[in-house]
């Protein structure tokens, strides 16, 4: 301020100490006692509204349609576990790569492509909805299509009823890939039954699920399956402009003894060069090297492929959006503003909904609906409280049970959580470690009832503000 109005600073603490205020020079005046400080010696004061240089950063480039070329789709394969999910991917990859000069050996690196019928298609190549929550619990949005992966022999399990609950929570389709169908004991129709009892209904039953019996082990029914997610993928017209720098999601990263920070990447839109300044959460960089799912260095990666980076400056999060910029100290800064940024962030993550600031967060409108995944010992349980707690709809706020399962409250139902800005009740069940951990990252509420009367009345309370604090 001082050199804008040609003083000196000891000038200004002095006219300060005149004004009753002690400042010392490194010290931060307002923008009121600037005003009346720059008054005092014959200055008009501006006052601007300071911009918000990260967001307008971050902000994904509108492209007109003209631009926009067709791109493969991403798929992800969720489903409970043993059911094939590992063994169906597999079957994919080793059916589908074309065998390459390093020898045909495939490259793990979170994310592969295959080509049918001259098109190409990326399976996320992480099982389960694990990986699936985390993502989008950073607010990435990944997958086009999902594999919900059934086994004929055991048909609709818990963790199926979460895959299904995830996917429609993201508004992803989901096609239905009943596995094992070469054992004897196989019973798709079964399987099919079940689905309809979670809202999906097989298109030969007139609803509008596609449905796709398969052997992972017997390699049977993968063409089908992936005819089915072209067809699925056509439908959603999924297109991106690949003439820009690109932006995408960090799939998975890792410190390597050899080569540093690696992180495997999905380009979304534009295309990665190698050479281009790159910047992903905490991380910014220069792409040093990048290596496609086959092992093979590649100078450019376009829409949807995934691709190995080198030249990170740290390792990267799982689910950071990833943008490519060509200033390269404005990446530094802002990569540098978000290391201080997150921790200060992990203290204290005001958005969060738990049962105490509920009432708050409604009266300021900035809730709209409750969500809530119910866990407890049984199934009986579990729908009575489903039932009483939707039932406490009020004009003001829906109650949306997003999930309800029977069993300890896992890691994931606390990544769905905070996916979903969700709390958790559990009835007679505890969080497991890893669960309890992940909630005190994540800031998920978790509510624990041994009486469900009392849920139903603590929830109550929180909607109507009369929630005795909990100390
Ligand atoms: P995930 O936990 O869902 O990833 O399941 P896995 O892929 O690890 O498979 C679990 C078990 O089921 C393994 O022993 C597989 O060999 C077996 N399996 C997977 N697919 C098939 C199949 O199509 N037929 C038969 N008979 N077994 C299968």
Redesign the pocket.
């Known amino acids: 301020l001082a050199l804008k109005i040609h003083k000196s600073p000891a000038e200004l603490i002095k006219k300060l100490m005149t004004l009753g205020v002690l400042a010392t020079i490194n010290q931060e005046i307002d923008t009121d006692t600037a005003s009346i400080l720059a008054g005092e010696f014959g200055y008009e004061v501006e006052i601007k509204l300071p911009v918000d240089i990260e967001a307008l950063f971050m902000q994904e480039p509108e492209d007109p349609p003209e631009l926009l070329k067709p791109r493969p789709s991403v798929v992800t394969v969720m489903?409970?576990?043993?059911?094939?999910?590992?063994?169906?991917l597999d079957a994919i990859r080793e059916t589908n790569v074309i065998a390459t000069e390093a020898g045909g050996i495939t490259q793990h690196i979170g994310a592969y492509q295959v080509e049918h019928n001259g098109k190409k298609i990326t399976f996320i190549d992480t099982?389960g909805h694990e990986a699936f929550t985390a993502m989008r619990a950073r607010g990435a949005q990944v997958t086009d299509i999902a594999i919900l992966?059934v086994a004929a022999d055991d048909g609709v399990m818990p963790q199926t009823v979460e895959a299904i609950n995830h996917a429609k929570e993201a508004g992803v389709p989901i096609i239905v890939a009943i596995?094992?169908?070469?054992?004897p004991d196989a019973n798709p129709e079964r399987v099919k039954q079940e689905l309809t009892e979670h809202a999906l209904v097989p298109e030969e039953w007139g609803g509008d699920t596609i449905c796709v019996n398969?052997?992972?082990?017997?390699k049977e029914g993968l063409k089908e399956l992936l005819e089915m997610i072209l067809l699925v993928a056509e439908v959603g017209e999924l297109k991106a402009n690949p003439n820009r720098p690109a932006r995408g999601t960090v799939i998975e990263a890792e410190l390597d003894k050899g080569r540093g920070p690696v992180a495997t990447v999905l380009v979304q839109s534009g295309t990665l060069n190698i050479g281009d300044t790159i910047i992903a959460g905490p991380a910014y960089g220069r792409v040093r090297a990048m290596m496609d799912d086959k092992g093979r260095r590649i100078k450019k990666a376009g829409p949807s492929t995934p691709v190995e980076v080198l030249g990170f400056s740290e390792v990267p999060h799982a689910g950071n959006t990833f943008i490519v910029t060509e200033d390269e100290k404005l990446a530094r800064s802002i990569a540098s503003r978000r290391q201080t940024r997150k921790r200060e962030e992990e203290l204290k993550n005001t958005t969060r909904v738990s049962l105490e600031d509920l009432f708050k967060h409604i009266q300021e409108g900035q809730i709209k609906e409750l969500g809530i995944i119910v866990k407890a010992d049984v199934q009986g349980s579990v729908e009575a409280l489903r039932q009483a707690l939707e039932r406490l709809n009020t004009g003001e706020v829906k109650v949306d049970i997003i999930h309800g399962g029977v069993g300890a409250i896992s890691e994931t139902d606390v990544m769905f959580a905070s996916a979903s800005n969700a709390i958790i009740i559990g009835f007679n069940v505890r969080p497991d470690v890893n669960a309890r951990k992940a909630a005190e990252n994540e800031k998920v509420d978790i509510r624990l009832y041994r009486v469900i009367y009392d849920a139903i009345e603590d929830v109550k309370a929180a909607m109507s503000g009369l929630l005795d604090p909990e100390y």
Do not use: E
């Open positions: 489903g409970h576990v043993d059911h094939g999910k590992t063994s169906l099982p992966v596995n094992k169908i070469d054992k398969v052997s992972a082990l017997k």
